[in-house]
Structures are given as C-alpha cells and as structure tokens.
C-alpha cells in the first residue's frame, strides 16, 4: 500500500523555477530517507537529491547550490525547489523511499521540461 505521488512538474523557461511535491502514503514516513530522481530520454535515471530522516541533505553536483531538497513530516510529504533551471534539467522526476542501497518504491514521476 506504499503510495508515492509526484507533482508540480511543467514547462518553464531557462533560469525559471518549479517547485515538485512527493505526497507519501502507507508507511511510516518519518523515519525514511526519501530522495528525487530525474530521466531524461535515452538516459540512465540518476539521483538528484536525498534528505535523511534527521533532515541532512546530499546533491548531486549538476543542482547542487540551484535545488533544495526538504521534507515536511507532518504532511509526509518531501519538496524539490528548483531554481536557475537549465534546459539539461529537462527529464521525468521521480520520488523514492529508500529502503537501503539500491532498494525501495517510487512515485510515478512528473515532467519537468525547462525550453524557451
């Protein structure tokens, strides 16, 4: 019943910004690493963010100093505010509970397309 559901995705122009949500059901929220994955077209799908339970935060080096990464645990929901966007950002993001190494559930994804 784990549930994951993305949202906020659209089009913007470069160095605009978008804000995404992941509202989370079906388990206990608080205690989980969740994280935000992005896939472009022909691409692997690679992580972009990860905030811990204690609310420490990693980057990938493509967004880091552009996107924050937070989490509200009250409304088991994690946030991606992404600033700066660049056309490269363009890809489906996806939310992801992780369950350790490799492992967990994810959301469906939200487009996230960045063109003048």
């Known amino acids: 019943q784990v549930q994951l559901v993305e949202s906020g995705g659209g089009l913007v122009q470069p160095g605009g910004s978008l804000r995404l949500s992941c509202a989370a059901s079906?388990?206990?929220?608080?205690?989980?690493?969740m994280g935000w994955y992005r896939q472009a077209p022909g691409k692997q799908r690679d992580m972009v963010a990860h905030i811990f339970s204690d609310g420490r935060t990693t980057y990938s080096d493509s967004v880091k100093g552009r996107f924050t990464i937070s989490r509200d645990n009250a409304k088991n929901t994690i946030y991606l505010q992404m600033n700066s966007l660049k056309p490269e950002d363009t890809a489906v993001y996806y939310c992801?509970?992780?369950?350790?190494?490799?492992?967990?559930?994810w959301g469906q994804g939200t487009q996230v397309t960045v063109s003048s």
């Open positions: 992801k509970r992780h369950d350790g190494g490799e492992y967990g559930y």
């Open positions: 079906g388990f206990m929220f608080r205690i989980y690493t």
